[in-house]
Structure formats: C-alpha cells, structure tokens
T-cell receptor, first 115, second 106 residues
C-alpha cells in the first residue's frame, strides 16, 4: 500500500528534551511538509522540502529543525527551544518539486505532549 | 500573504439536508484549491482538488466549486448523513482555513 506513515502516534517529552518525529512516504513524491495543529488554530506550516537536500522554513519554524537526506523521509526535531510544543503534528507529501504545488496527502499524525 | 477563512466554525444539520460549506481567500493568484476532511484525532483525508483553471470538481455526493474572481470556494454535500460528521478544511497552496466542524443529526 502506498502512503505516508508517521511514528510514534503518541509522544511524551520532558521539558528540556529534544524529540524527533518520523515521517516516511512511499508515494515517490518530491515534496514533503510538516504542519502543526492546535485547537482552534487550524494547520500552520513549520517546514517544507521540495526536493532532497533542500528545505525551507514555514511560518512557525522557530524551535524546530528538519533534514531531507532521502526522498522518502523527512524527520522533524522539536528542540528544547520550542516553548510550547504540545500539539498535533501532521506530515504531508505531494508530487510537487519544481512542477508546482499539487495535491497534498497526509499521514495519521503524531500527538506530542510535554510533561 | 494569503489568508483563508471558513465561516461558520461549526454547523449542525439534520440528516438528509443538502448543505454548503464556504471557503474564502484573499489572493486570487492560486495554483489550486483542495478540500479535506478530518475526523477527531486523525490526519487529513483529501476530498477534492480543483485546479486553478477549473471551475468545479465532483466526487459522489460532493461537489466543490471555485470562483477566483470573488475569492470563494464552496463544498456542496448532497443528502447529508451522520457519517459526514467531521471537520472540513480548505487549503490553498500551504495555507489552511481553520475548518468547519459539521455535525449531522440522525
């Protein structure tokens, strides 16, 4: 089955710790995205990558970091610098790349809670 | 900067009603517009994608239209069912509306 997987489904972090959220896709998509969803806030873009070894900051990149070493993987690290990391994190992918912005497909999400 | 607005935030209708969900945007220079469904605690499921050159798209009981000149899109749901209860979001490029939470009463 083609799709996007995110792990873990639930993640608990102590204050001051860095944590990494996994996102993998087997759709052969060039572009991948990370969003954060808070109640009443909708989705906000953290980082996106249109091609391997390249990524761009979104609207709320502070306190987060990403890498894109492989086409199918786009891990997100939530660092201790992120002051309010408790949220639902969603990863998406699209054909994208240099062919423009296309239909996005989403993973099931990771719920991060800071203890 | 693109802004996407969905009003109202919540809607409750009786089963069988036809309904329209609205999405408005500020920048008409768009690539495409996408409608999603989200169930509680889940990821987003793509419902319809309207390319910027298109006026509408249909899938089953769903029909989405796009009017770039007025900065509006509508998602029409025919003969609503309790299983349609979810949050519906529209998105342009990387900007999402906050969604409309729909409840269909049996």
């Amino acid at each position: 089955d083609g799709g996007i997987t995110q792990s873990p489904k639930y993640l608990f972090r102590k204050e001051g710790q860095n944590v990494t959220l996994s996102c993998e896709q087997n759709l052969n998509h060039d572009a991948m995205y990370w969003y954060r969803q808070d109640p009443g806030q909708g989705l906000r873009l953290i980082y996106y990558s249109q091609i391997v070894n390249d990524f761009q900051k979104g609207d709320i990149a502070e306190g987060y970091s990403v890498s894109r070493e492989k086409k199918e993987s786009f891990p997100l690290t939530v660092t201790s610098a992120q002051k309010n990391p408790t949220a639902f994190y969603l990863c998406a992918s699209s054909i994208g790349g240099h062919r423009g912005w296309n239909e996005q497909f989403f993973g099931p999400g990771t719920r991060l809670t800071v203890l | 900067k693109q802004e996407v607005t969905q009003i109202p935030a919540a809607l409750s209708v009786p089963e069988g009603e036809n309904l329209v969900l609205n999405c408005s945007f500020t920048d008409s220079a768009i690539y495409n517009l996408q409608w999603f469904r989200q169930d509680p605690g889940k990821g987003l499921t793509s419902l319809l994608l309207i390319q910027s050159s298109q006026r509408e798209q249909t899938s089953g009981r769903l029909n989405a239209s796009l009017d770039k000149s007025s900065g509006r899109s509508t998602l029409y749901i025919a003969a609503s069912q309790p299983g349609d209860s979810a949050t519906y979001l529209c998105a342009l490029k990387l900007t999402f509306g906050k969604g409309i939470t729909l409840s269909v009463r049996p």
